[in-house]
């Protein structure tokens, strides 16, 4: 399909009609100068409009544009409000590269370009929001004038888009909506099929209404379960034998949705005494908190604030509030992995990482062996030390020589007894000294606390003291040796700066998923960091268009003639 032809710019331009619509230094006025520039060539061929058959397709700048401002707004906005604020906004249609009144893309439009945007690019295989978020990064990296750079990674909640329920109704709802989408798949009626199958229950407006149970009984309750289950066994069981005789794109999301539901069951169901199926009294820590959004998990900020959604890490420069890099990852993750990701990729773009501030989530032996693997140097405290009951005598009062294998007790016995052990699947190392020296030790109550008279009074076996080391202990040791320098904790404070990265990313809209889906989470995620780096570009050209120009040199010096 050929690209949509405009008119010639004239005095229909929004800031030919209206002067001063599109104020300076923000993101719009900076779309009207640089819009045509963010899609590299290769990106906007890959778009299509290539073509001379078919309806006008919208030129990819035009839409990114959208895109882009979408997140310019505290809290961001939906895609139909974004299309319906295009079609009045006249900072937006200048930003866009549209007339002051006329068509405007339709939200369809948008949902299929946000599509593409998810899609691999054939030219670099990586996903083309990321080649256009990394593009504004080395725009504006080009664009600061300063060299000095205080890098950080932190990371904050993302709430997810689906509807949050307990195992009930996640049940109940996520074997309705099976049943509707397999009455589409089938092009069948939805009645006929709830009642083929049994499960007419499902049809009414309120799950918990439709089962008819007085969920003051405990009695009742135990058993609408097992009833409930064995309907969504029943279903999914059907719906799975019947898969070859639907469409490929039907039968991929009835295959999401029995993967979900059959997930649901085994994570917060158990069987009883009597061999029938109850809500678990455990915690899952995989546990699915949204049938709708899957891949969404419950996580913690903090000990006291949990949520359930998603977890947005960043890399970004504190001193300029350029965001570099961000992962989205489900909320039970955690941040050692999206960490050395969001390095790896700063390293892609060939920027300088001398130093990062991170918390301690970041600070773990595995981070910061993948961040000396790529000369930089992780500012974040390590791991605290694991808690002992009363005087005990904790490993780190051992010393250790990891060069000769030797390691050394609070008593001064060095023991060579060196052995290779597997503990978690990975390999550790262990020290052991004879019961002999331990025995007529000082220490040894506090050493060894087994070695208690209740112990003894069951003719218990005495054994000597065993070190068993971290399988990177060395390396946590020399964090924990480092971390007590003043002037590393010094700059560690700083790290308190990097909040209002956080904050900016936040108040553009990234707390909130405004999608199904992670793909859709990072997809937004990065919308919204283009849209802080935009903000920062703009800032800067208008910066530098006030400084005063350098006045030109006289053709002749003063006094003289030609």
Same mark, same amino acid.
């Given at each position: 399909?050929?690209?949509?032809?405009?008119?010639?710019?004239?005095?229909?331009?929004?800031?030919?009609?209206?002067?001063?619509?599109?104020?300076?230094?923000?993101?719009?006025?900076?779309?009207?100068?640089?819009?045509?520039?963010?899609?590299?060539?290769?990106?906007?061929?890959?778009?299509?409009?290539?073509?001379?058959?078919?309806?006008?397709?919208?030129?990819?700048?035009?839409?990114?544009?959208?895109?882009?401002?979408?997140?310019?707004?505290?809290?961001?906005?939906?895609?139909?409000?974004?299309?319906?604020?295009?079609?009045?906004?006249?900072?937006?249609?200048?930003? #866009?590269?549209?007339?002051?009144?006329?068509?405007?893309?339709?939200?369809?439009?948008?949902?299929?370009?946000?599509?593409?945007?998810?899609?691999?690019?054939?030219?670099?295989?990586?996903?083309?929001?990321?080649?256009?978020?990394?593009?504004?990064?080395?725009?504006?990296?080009? =664009?600061?004038?300063?060299?000095?750079?205080?890098?950080?990674?932190?990371?904050?909640? #993302?709430?997810?888009?689906?509807?949050?329920?307990?195992?009930?109704?996640?049940?109940?709802?996520?074997?309705?909506?099976?049943?509707?989408?397999?009455?589409?798949?089938?092009?069948?009626?939805?009645?006929?099929?709830?009642?083929?199958?049994?499960?007419?229950?499902?049809?009414?407006?309120?799950?918990?209404?439709?089962?008819?149970?007085?969920?003051?009984?405990?009695?009742?309750?135990?058993?609408?379960?097992?009833?409930?289950?064995?309907?969504?066994?029943?279903?999914?069981?059907?719906?799975?034998?019947? +898969?070859?005789?639907?469409?490929?794109?039907?039968?991929?999301?009835?295959?999401?949705?029995?993967?979900?539901?059959?997930?649901?069951?085994?994570?917060?169901?158990?069987?009883?005494?009597? =061999?029938?199926?109850?809500?678990? !009294?455990?915690?899952?820590?995989?546990?699915?908190?949204?049938?709708?959004?899957?891949?969404?998990?419950?996580?913690?900020?903090?000990?006291?604030?949990?949520?359930?959604?998603?977890?947005?890490?960043?890399?970004?420069?504190?001193?300029?509030?350029?965001?570099?890099?961000?992962?989205?990852?489900?909320?039970?993750? =955690?941040?050692?992995?999206?960490?050395?990701?969001?390095?790896?990729?700063?390293?892609?773009?060939?920027?300088?990482?001398?130093?990062?501030?991170?918390?301690?989530?970041?600070?773990?032996?595995?981070?910061?062996?993948?961040?000396?693997?790529?000369?930089?140097?992780?500012?974040?405290?390590?791991?605290?030390?694991?808690?002992?009951?009363?005087?005990?005598?904790?490993?780190?009062?051992?010393?250790?020589?990891?060069?000769?294998?030797?390691?050394?007790?609070?008593?001064?016995?060095?023991? !060579?007894?060196?052995?290779?052990?597997?503990?978690?699947?990975?390999?550790?190392?262990?020290?052991?000294?004879?019961?002999?020296?331990?025995?007529?030790?000082? +220490?040894?109550?506090?050493?060894?606390?087994?070695?208690?008279?209740?112990?003894?009074?069951?003719?218990?076996?005495?054994?000597?003291?065993? +070190?068993?080391?971290?399988?990177?202990?060395?390396?946590?040791?020399?964090?924990?040796?480092?971390?007590?320098?003043?002037?590393?904790?010094?700059?560690?404070?700083?790290?308190?700066?990097?909040?209002?990265?956080?904050?900016?990313?936040?108040?553009?809209?990234?707390?909130?998923?405004?999608?199904?889906?992670?793909?859709?989470?990072?997809?937004?995620?990065?919308?919204?960091? #283009?849209?802080?780096?935009?903000?920062?570009?703009?800032?800067?050209?208008?910066?530098?268009?006030?400084?005063?120009?350098?006045?030109?040199?006289?053709?002749?010096?003063?006094?003289?003639?030609?």
């Amino acid at each position: 399909m050929p690209l949509k032809a405009f008119a010639q710019r004239s005095m229909f331009d929004p800031e030919t009609l209206a002067p001063g619509c599109v104020e300076p230094g923000t993101v719009p006025w900076l779309l009207t100068k640089l819009r045509d520039q963010l899609i590299p060539r290769f990106l906007q061929l890959e778009w299509r409009g290539a073509g001379d058959k078919g309806r006008d397709a919208w030129p990819a700048p035009m839409l990114l544009a959208l895109h882009i401002l979408r997140w310019v707004e505290p809290g961001g906005a939906s895609r139909n409000g974004a299309c319906r604020r295009a079609k009045t906004d006249l900072a937006w249609r200048a930003g #866009m590269g549209l007339t002051a009144s006329g068509d405007t893309p339709t939200e369809k439009t948008m949902r299929e370009f946000e599509a593409w945007l998810m899609e691999r690019s054939s030219g670099c295989d990586l996903p083309r929001y990321r080649v256009l978020h990394e593009g504004i990064v080395e725009t504006v990296r080009l =664009g600061l004038t300063t060299t000095r750079r205080l890098w950080m990674m932190d990371s904050t909640p #993302m709430f997810c888009f689906g509807a949050l329920r307990g195992t009930i109704r996640l049940l109940g709802e996520g074997l309705r909506g099976l049943l509707r989408r397999w009455a589409r798949a089938t092009k069948t009626g939805v009645n006929r099929i709830a009642q083929n199958w049994d499960v007419q229950w499902v049809l009414a407006k309120s799950i918990k209404g439709g089962l008819d149970v007085d969920w003051r009984d405990a009695g009742q309750r135990r058993d609408v379960v097992e009833r409930l289950s064995r309907d969504v066994l029943r279903v999914v069981e059907n719906v799975t034998d019947g +898969l070859r005789e639907v469409t490929s794109h039907h039968g991929n999301w009835l295959k999401v949705r029995c993967a979900a539901l059959l997930k649901v069951i085994s994570d917060d169901l158990d069987a009883d005494e009597d =061999g029938r199926l109850v809500v678990a !009294e455990r915690v899952t820590p995989d546990r699915i908190v949204s049938i709708t959004d899957p891949a969404a998990r419950s996580g913690r900020k903090t000990k006291s604030q949990p949520f359930k959604g998603f977890k947005l890490n960043l890399l970004g420069d504190l001193l300029s509030g350029l965001i570099v890099s961000v992962i989205v990852v489900p909320g039970n993750s =955690g941040d050692a992995g999206p960490g050395e990701e969001l390095l790896a990729r700063a390293r892609d773009l060939s920027i300088r990482l001398s130093r990062v501030l991170a918390d301690t989530a970041y600070g773990g032996t595995s981070s910061r062996i993948a961040a000396s693997l790529l000369g930089i140097e992780l500012v974040a405290p390590p791991p605290p030390l694991a808690t002992k009951s009363g005087d005990a005598l904790r490993k780190n009062e051992f010393s250790v020589d990891f060069e000769g294998l030797t390691a050394t007790c609070p008593g001064s016995i060095t023991t !060579e007894d060196h052995r290779r052990v597997i503990r978690s699947g990975e390999e550790c190392s262990q020290f052991v000294w004879p019961v002999t020296t331990c025995t007529d030790c000082p +220490l040894q109550p506090r050493c060894i606390p087994s070695w208690g008279p209740k112990r003894q009074s069951r003719g218990q076996s005495r054994k000597g003291r065993r +070190l068993l080391l971290h399988p990177h202990e060395q390396v946590l040791r020399e964090a924990r040796s480092d971390w007590a320098d003043q002037d590393l904790r010094a700059l560690y404070r700083r790290r308190g700066e990097g909040e209002r990265l956080v904050a900016a990313l936040v108040r553009q809209g990234a707390r909130q998923a405004r999608a199904f889906g992670l793909e859709a989470a990072q997809l937004q995620a990065h919308a919204v960091a #283009m849209a802080v780096n935009l903000k920062l570009l703009a800032r800067l050209i208008l910066e530098a268009d006030a400084q005063p120009q350098p006045q030109p040199l006289p053709l002749f010096p003063s006094g003289l003639s030609p």
